[in-house]
């Protein structure tokens, strides 16, 4: 049986399941309310806009809690790292700010934000092997904890920086804005990190700075979850 | 500046997107084209998704209401279409898991009567739509549904599901051929 037999079977079955013309009665009464409440709206800005200014954010937060904090970490990295490292911070940030964007507006195209998650975590380790080679793992749990503190404590504000942004537009799926909005936010915690911790033995950074991002993604999409549901919640309540 | 005023008779022949960018300026005849170029499309989909008229005509008002509230989020030169059936599908799914959260709390109180036989069927040319999809998993139904019954393209079905279009592509040919087995199947026993 060819496709084009297969598609004639669909159309005629359809046509004497779904009676064209049926709907007429329900189509006046959504034109009523809709007509009732009609007033014009500003639409969106372009996406190129949005997704700039979530860059902007994560590099203004990062630079501004690291400069609060101290810049030590900045002046002890070689050239090669800055240069390994910033670029691939700034490229991952791109992404998650891409797909924050996307979240915005239905239909505007695939998620990235798992994407840009698992890349953040994936990548990283793989950039900070590369660069540091102190292997010295004494003291991991007692310098790292600090670090993921500090680091989460500029993903958090930013979190919410993002979402407040994220409610300007119309989110349909709560989860993957979460996850977007998580990773872009723990990205920017990383990024403080790189700039603030002078600390560079290669465990401490792989473990504690790249556990910033993961924590965040995680919190990202349990909170998105959360919203997600409320808001099914309250869209289905009987009027 | 006012844009051109729009008539029923250009309205009829403008493009989904443009009625759409009309509707956000607040423009009754461009919101009324839409509305009935589009409900019919939607209430098609609902109709195959919910198998009920009823539940048909309650997700189609919801999904106009969505879309309302959302239309300042529609992006000038965007494709229309999936962006409202990307709405579209997230009411259905919001419906179906208060269904089953409903279904998974309710209680049977009573034996109910046994239901009247009902008259044979007339006979048909074909299988029915109910039989053809059901045949195929969730996913699947969904795409076939969006390419054949609702007339989307590929492009329009991925946009609307937030995936690729080589994996709608992918779902559209393992349908196809899940279908071709159910209809030589149907064939042989006949």
Known sequence: MTSGEMDKILAKAADRALPRGAEAAAIGRVEGA????????R?????????????ALFAAAAAASASALGMHGLPVLSGLQRGLIFPALLATAWLAAAACTRAMSPAAGSRLGGAALVLAVGVFPIVFALVFHDYDARNLVREGIPCLVAGLCVAIPTGLAIAWILRRGFVLDWSAAGIAAGALSGLAGLTMLELHCANLKAIHVIVWHVAV???SGMLGLGIGSIAGAARRRAVSQPC | MMGPRVTPETAASEGLESLMCRYQQADEEAASALIGRVSPLLFRYFLVQASNRRYADDLLQETWMRIHKARHAYRRGEPALPWIFAIARHTGLDHY????????????VAVLPEPAAANPDPPREGPDLDTILA?????QREVIVML???????DEVARATSSSAGSVKQKAHRAYQKLREVFSAGRRMR
């Open chain 2, 135 to 139: 045949a195929l998993p969730e996913r």
């Open chain 1, 213 to 215: 991002v993961l924590v």
């Open chain 1, 34 to 41: 809709i007509l009732k409440d009609l007033r014009p709206v």
């Open chain 2, 148 to 154: 054949k019954i609702s007339g989307m393209t590929i």
């Open chain 1, 43 to 55: 639409p969106l800005a372009p996406a190129w806009v949005f997704t700039l200014s979530f860059v």
């Open chain 2, 97 to 108: 898991r208060k269904a089953r959260r409903f279904e998974t709390r309710e209680k049977q």
